[in-house]
C-alpha cells in the first residue's frame, strides 16, 4: 500500500467519524425553517405599549414586575387614537407607533443563536440586564408580551429574547435605536406652524409692556393701538376730553401723540431721546415671528398647570386670504381673520420655558433659546442704532 493510499483512507476515516460525532449528538446539517419569534402577534388587538431604558446597574428593580411608573415611555390608546400615558396624553405619532408593531409582528428566526441561560446576561438580554425591554398588552387581557432587546449577536443582527423562553435569537431591523426610549421617538415635535409671511401683526406683552407690530410693505411699523370705540388717534387709557392723541398729563405745548418729556419733533409715540427718524429694525421682528411661526416642544408638559403671571403673552394675528378678499372684491365685514395666542410661562430646571397655545388641549417645553427673545423684548430692542448702519 502506498503512502498516496494510507493518506486517502485516513482522511476518509476522519470525515466518518466527524458524520458519526454529528449524528449522535442530535444536530442538523441543513437550515432551519424561518418562524416567528412571537407566534399569532395581532398588532390591531395591541392597547397598551411600555418601553424600559436600559436599568442602572444594581438598582434595576423590575425583575419581578412590569410597572407603568417604571416605563420610561408608555403608550396607550385613548378615544381610538394613540397617547403617551407618560407625558400628559399628549398625543402620539400613529405612524411611528405602528412602525414598532409592524416590527414586532416580523420578527422571524431560523434558529436561536444560543440557548443557555449564562448567555442572556452576556448578550444583554436576561429580567435584569437589556438595553430595552418593551413590554406590550392587549385589549382582550390576558399575559403580555415581554421582549428583551440586547446586544448585537452577529453581523447587523440584535439579540432579543422572550420572556419565559430561553431562545435568544439574532434579528435585523430591530434594536435599541429602533425603540426610543425618549419622548421625541413617539410624537411630532412640530407643535405649532403657520406660515412666516402670512402674519400680518403681532403683540407682544411683556414685563417690559406692549408692544404691537403690522406689516408695512415688507416692512414692520407700530400699530397705533386704537381701541374700539376711542377717538381717531386716541392712545388707549385715555379720558374723554383730552385732545385727539394726546397722553394723560401731556404738557401744554407737546405735540399731540407726544409722551411727557418728549423733545419737540419726536414722532407721537416715541420714548424720549429718541431720534425722529430712527427707523424699525425688521430683522429684530421678523426673528420674533420666526420662533412664534414654528414652534418645536422640547417635551410635552401639563395643560392644566396654572400661569398666573406669564413671562409674555403673544398674538398673532393672520392675513384674510386671497380668495376670502381681492378676487371677490373687499372682504366682507363677517371675515375674521386667524388669530393665534400664546402665554409663556416660568423656566424649569433644565432651561426649558413653559407654553401654551389658547385653545389648544396641549401644553410644551421649549428651550429657552428660542422664546428668550420673545420674553426680553422691548422698545429698545425695536428700532435700529447707529451701529447697524455702518
Avoid: C
Amino acid at each position: 500500500m502506498t503512502t498516496v493510499n494510507k493518506a486517502l483512507i485516513g482522511i476518509l476515516v476522519a470525515q466518518l467519524a466527524l458524520a458519526a460525532l454529528t449524528l449522535t449528538r442530535g444536530e442538523s446539517t441543513h437550515i432551519g425553517k424561518l418562524e416567528p419569534i412571537v407566534a399569532a402577534f395581532d398588532a390591531k388587538g395591541v392597547s397598551r405599549i411600555e418601553i424600559f431604558k436600559e436599568p442602572v446597574v444594581g438598582n434595576s428593580g423590575d425583575k419581578d414586575g412590569n410597572k407603568a411608573s417604571d416605563a420610561a415611555i408608555v403608550l396607550h390608546k385613548k378615544d381610538n387614537a394613540w397617547a403617551l400615558a407618560t407625558h400628559h396624553d399628549y398625543p402620539a405619532d400613529k405612524s411611528k407607533v405602528d412602525s414598532l408593531l409592524q416590527k414586532v409582528a416580523g420578527l422571524n428566526s431560523r434558529g436561536p443563536v444560543a440557548t443557555s441561560p449564562g448567555r442572556q446576561s452576556q448578550l444583554s438580554v436576561s429580567e435584569t440586564e437589556y438595553k430595552r425591554k418593551l413590554v406590550i398588552h392587549t385589549a382582550g387581557g390576558g399575559a403580555p408580551i415581554t421582549l428583551y432587546v440586547g446586544d448585537p449577536a452577529g453581523s447587523r443582527k440584535t439579540a432579543v429574547r422572550l420572556s419565559g423562553r430561553d431562545e435568544i435569537h439574532g434579528v435585523t431591523g430591530f434594536s435599541m435605536a429602533s425603540i426610543s426610549a425618549f419622548v421625541s421617538g413617539w410624537v411630532d415635535t412640530q407643535y405649532f406652524t403657520v406660515t412666516e409671511s402670512e402674519v400680518a401683526s403681532i403683540t407682544v406683552r411683556n414685563a417690559a409692556g406692549e408692544l404691537t407690530l403690522e406689516r408695512d410693505s415688507g416692512s414692520w411699523k407700530l400699530s397705533d393701538g386704537q381701541a374700539p370705540g376711542q377717538t381717531p388717534g386716541q392712545p388707549p387709557g385715555q379720558t374723554p376730553g383730552q385732545p385727539p392723541g394726546q397722553t394723560p398729563g401731556q404738557a401744554p405745548g407737546q405735540t399731540p401723540g407726544q409722551a411727557p418729556g418728549q423733545t419737540p419733533g419726536q414722532a407721537p409715540g416715541q420714548t424720549p431721546g429718541q431720534a425722529p427718524d430712527r427707523p424699525i429694525d425688521s430683522e429684530v421682528v421678523d426673528n420674533i415671528v420666526k420662533q412664534m411661526t414654528n414652534i418645536r416642544l422640547a417635551e410635552p408638559a401639563d395643560p392644566n398647570k396654572a400661569v398666573d403671571k406669564p413671562l409674555a403673552t403673544v398674538t398673532l394675528r393672520m392675513k384674510i386670504p386671497d380668495s376670502q378678499g381681492s378676487d371677490a372684491g373687499p372682504p366682507a365685514m363677517s371675515v375674521v381673520a386667524d388669530e393665534y395666542t400664546f402665554q409663556i410661562g416660568p423656566e424649569d430646571d433644565d432651561s426649558r420655558y413653559y407654553l401654551r397655545r389658547s385653545g389648544d388641549s396641549r401644553a410644551v417645553w421649549v428651550y429657552a433659546s428660542n422664546l428668550k427673545p420673545v420674553i426680553e423684548f422691548d422698545r429698545d430692542k425695536l428700532y435700529k442704532t447707529d451701529s447697524d448702519d455702518k
